[in-house]
């Protein structure tokens, strides 16, 4: 379930990594989390970490549109809530 539940946040990310509208130094962070979650070869709570820990740097970076940090916002809190 867990795994099911990262594929949709790494969709998710997707689009913002695509979007021409949002930085592109942010978008590459975007896909460093997107890679992050989609990495077998580590546990899910280490996988979740990572991306927590580079999504906070997106989240609060003022050159990401207001709707672009809403979707991250969304996304931190489900890795949290999978986390718990």
């Not at 820990?53 to 996304?75: C, F, H, M, R």
Request: aromatic share 2%.
């Amino acid at each position: 379930m867990k795994e099911e539940l990262l594929l949709e946040l790494i969709n998710v990310l997707s689009q913002i990594e695509k979007d021409n509208t949002i930085p592109k130094s942010v978008r590459n962070k975007v896909k460093i989390v997107c890679n992050a979650l989609g990495d077998n070869c580590q546990s899910v709570e280490v996988r979740i970490d990572k991306s927590l820990q580079e999504l906070d740097d997106v989240g609060n970076d003022p050159n990401v549109p207001i709707y672009a940090k809403t979707q991250v916002w969304n996304v931190v809190s489900q890795l949290e809530s999978i986390q718990l």
